[in-house]
């Protein structure tokens, strides 16, 4: 099995009529394959359960097959998902909090003289990919102010009439 980037990683089985053991160097590594980011990690461990293998973690000492240690987990996992939400919920009040104060959250534009090369060329039928190589700015970029583009020219055109 190929190494993986944060140490060793291998699903291995024990011999006899044991379950099978799971055997992970980093926790969130091994779960995330089971564990999508909108499920707790506990489902992913009951999910392995589920399929007769039992989760031992070596690095954070952990062996869910007893059932002392299957609470610590749900503990740990437990406070692990409160941090992430609560991260999460801080960083959505700072994002309102600055939106509020009139400050920036997004990115800068691009500049004048280059949004208005990208009309330009869009106007001169250069294809977007094309305009995003000769100025030397993403693919994303230019079809976000082609597109501006487009809307404004629609707006002008129904304003006149």
């Keep these: 099995m190929p190494a993986h980037p944060r140490g060793s990683a291998k699903v291995s089985g024990v011999v006899g009529s044991g379950p099978q ?5 980093c926790l969130g590594l ?6 999508p980011l909108h499920t707790s990690v506990d489902a992913g461990v009951k999910e392995f359960q589920g399929l007769g293998v039992d989760f031992i973690s070596y690095q954070e ?3 869910t097959t007893t059932p002392q240690d299957e609470m610590i987990f749900t503990v740990m996992a437990s406070l692990a998902q409160f941090e992430s939400v609560l991260i999460s919920e801080r960083v959505k009040a700072g994002m309102a909090r600055s939106k509020a104060q009139g400050q920036r959250i997004s990115r800068a534009p691009i500049p ?15 294809s977007i990919h094309q305009i995003s190589k000769q100025l030397g700015i993403g693919y994303g970029t ?11 020219k629609s707006s002008h055109v129904l304003s006149s009439r």
């Design 112 to 126: 004048k003289g280059i949004q208005t090369r990208i009309a330009k060329l869009y106007q001169q039928g250069v």
């Design 21 to 25: 053991a799971a055997t992970r160097s």
């Design 142 to 152: 230019a079809w976000n102010y082609v597109q501006r583009c487009k809307q404004s």
């Design 30 to 35: 091994a779960l995330r394959p089971v564990c």
């Design 61 to 63: 000492n952990i062996d």
